[in-house]
Each structure stands twice: as C-alpha cells, then as structure tokens.
C-alpha cells in the first residue's frame, strides 16, 4: 500500500525559509516520478516541481530559483526547500508519486498523493 506522508509547512514571513519533507513507503521509491503540488483555495492545483527517477528536476516558473526538490533514496523522502517565501506561496502543499509521466508538472500524471501540508506566509 503506497503511502506519502507530507511535514515541514507552518507559516512564515514574507522572504523566510521553510523545508517540506514527504516519507514514501509502499512502493519503489527510487524508480518512481515524484512531485510536490500545492492549491490554494478557490484555485486549481499547480504543479511545483518534480523529480524523476534519474534525478532530473521540472520547476514551475514562478518558483524557480526560490524552490529546490531533492530525496534521499536511501530514507525514501522527497524534500521541497523554499526560499525567499512570498504571500502568494500560501496554499496547501501535496506530495505526490507516479510510476512514470511524460508531463512532471501536470497532476494528471500521478497515482498517489499524500493528504498535505500547509504553508501560510504574511506579508
């Protein structure tokens, strides 16, 4: 039974840092396509970033140079490390997990999600 777990969200200020964590079980973990999401309400989910099983890394553009994906295989966790935090960075934040996918950023592509955490930043 797959299973994603997600931790690390809490609220900041505007500019802070904050660093998810998702603890995958259940599954393969090194050979899937994983990816962090996240929806704010009244909004669609978005893709943030993702990370495929040769380590190849997809960012949404309005995260890029702010937001790095990583995992340690070896503990079956995925990471998002968020920098320079903006109010519009406010939503719950999913991680999720694919046995493969042509489009990294589309939530489509993936099979299995954990239940979220939620990053609030104040201006």
């Known amino acids: 039974q797959v299973q994603l777990v997600e931790s690390g969200g809490g609220s900041v200020q505007a500019g802070g840092s904050l660093r998810l964590s998702c603890a995958a079980s259940?599954?393969?973990?090194?050979?899937?396509?994983m990816g962090w999401f996240r929806q704010a309400p009244g909004k669609e989910r978005e893709g943030v970033a993702a990370?495929?099983?040769?380590?190849?890394?997809t960012y949404a553009d309005s995260v890029k140079g702010r937001f790095t994906i990583s995992q340690d295989n070896a503990k079956n966790t995925l990471f998002l490390q968020m920098n320079s935090l903006k109010p519009e960075d406010t939503a719950m934040y999913y991680c999720?997990?694919?046995?493969?996918?042509?489009?990294?950023?589309?939530?489509?592509?993936?099979?299995?999600w954990g239940q979220g955490t939620q990053v609030t930043v104040s201006s």
């Open positions: 990370i495929d099983s040769d380590g190849s890394t």
């Open positions: 999720a997990a694919a046995p493969m996918g042509w489009v990294p950023l589309s939530p489509y592509e993936y099979n299995y």
């Open positions: 259940g599954y393969t973990y090194s050979s899937y396509l």
